[in-house]
T-cell receptor, first 115, second 115 residues
Framework: DAEITQSPRHKITETGRQVTLACHQT?????MFWYRQDLGHGLRLIHY???????NKGEVSDGYSVSRSNTEDLPLTLESAASSQTSVYFC??????????????FGPGTRLLVL | AQTVTQSQPEMSVQEAETVTLSCTYD???????LFWYKQPPSRQMILVIR??????QNATENRFSVNFQKAAKSFSLKISDSQLGDTAMYFC????????????FGGGTRVLVKP
C-alpha cells in the first residue's frame, strides 16, 4: 500500500547542531508539505513543494530549509537547532493534479527535542 | 491572511451521545475548501470530512456531519453516536484558492468520550 513515512520518529539533539528530518511518500504525489505542531497553535506550515526542484517558504520558515531532488522525498533541515524548534513535525502530501482543494495525507510525525 | 478559530479547547461527551465542535474562519475568497482532521493519541492526522464552499449541501461521512454556513463563515462538526474511539484532538482547516494547496489550521478541540 502507498504510504507516507517519517524518520526518525523521535530525536533528541543539542542546540546549534544541524538536524535533518526525512519524509518519504510512495503515492507519487507532486505536492509535499512540512508542518510543526505546538500546543495552542495547531499545525503551522514551514515549507512546501509543488514538484521536483520546487520549494517555497511557509508561515514559519526561519531556521529551516528543504530540498526536493525527486518526487518521493522532501527532507527538512534545521540549520542550527534552537530550543524554540522543539516541536512535533508532520510531513504531508497531496496529488497536485486537480488544482486547489486536494486532500492532504499526513505522515506519523517526528517528535524533536532540542536541549 | 486567513485565520481559523476553534473556540472550544476541550469538550466531553458520553458514549452514544452527540457532540458539536465549532469552527469559524475569516476569508475574503468565494471559492475555498474546509476540512476536519482527527488526531488520536497516536498523533496520526486523519481526514474526517471535506467540504467544498461552492456546494450548499453539507458533507456527511458516516457518524460525522458538518453544518456549513457560508455567510456566517462557520463550519461546525457534529459527531453522532459518539464512540470511545472518537476520543482525539479535532482540527478544522481552511484551504483557499489564493493560497494554492496550503492548509491553515485552527488551534484544535480536544474531545473526550466517556463510557
Amino acid at each position: 500500500d502507498a504510504e507516507i513515512t517519517q524518520s526518525p520518529r523521535h530525536k533528541i539533539t543539542e542546540t546549534g547542531r544541524q538536524v535533518t528530518l526525512a519524509c518519504h511518500q510512495t503515492w507519487n504525489h507532486n505536492n509535499m508539505f512540512w508542518y510543526r505542531q505546538d500546543l495552542g497553535h495547531g499545525l503551522r506550515l514551514i515549507h512546501y513543494s509543488y514538484g521536483v526542484h520546487d520549494t517555497n517558504k511557509g508561515e514559519v520558515s526561519d531556521g529551516y530549509s528543504v530540498s526536493r531532488s525527486n518526487t518521493e522525498d522532501l527532507p527538512l533541515t534545521l540549520e542550527s537547532a534552537a530550543s524554540s524548534q522543539t516541536s512535533v513535525y508532520f510531513c504531508a502530501s497531496s496529488e497536485g493534479l486537480a488544482g486547489v482543494g486536494e486532500t492532504q495525507y499526513f505522515g506519523p510525525g517526528t517528535r524533536l527535542l532540542v536541549l | 491572511a486567513q485565520t481559523v478559530t476553534q473556540s472550544q479547547p476541550e469538550m466531553s461527551v458520553q458514549e452514544a451521545e452527540t457532540v458539536t465542535l465549532s469552527c469559524t474562519y475569516d476569508t475574503s475568497e468565494n471559492n475555498y475548501y474546509l476540512f476536519w482532521y482527527k488526531q488520536p493519541p497516536s498523533r496520526q492526522m486523519i481526514l474526517v470530512i471535506r467540504q467544498e464552499a461552492y456546494k450548499q449541501q453539507n458533507a456527511t461521512e458516516n457518524r460525522f456531519s458538518v453544518n456549513f454556513q457560508k455567510a456566517a463563515k462557520s463550519f461546525s462538526l457534529k459527531i453522532s453516536d459518539s464512540q470511545l474511539g472518537d476520543t482525539a484532538m479535532y482540527f478544522c482547516a481552511f484551504m483557499g484558492q489564493a493560497a494554492g494547496n496550503k492548509l491553515t489550521f485552527g488551534g484544535g478541540t480536544r474531545v473526550l468520550v466517556k463510557p
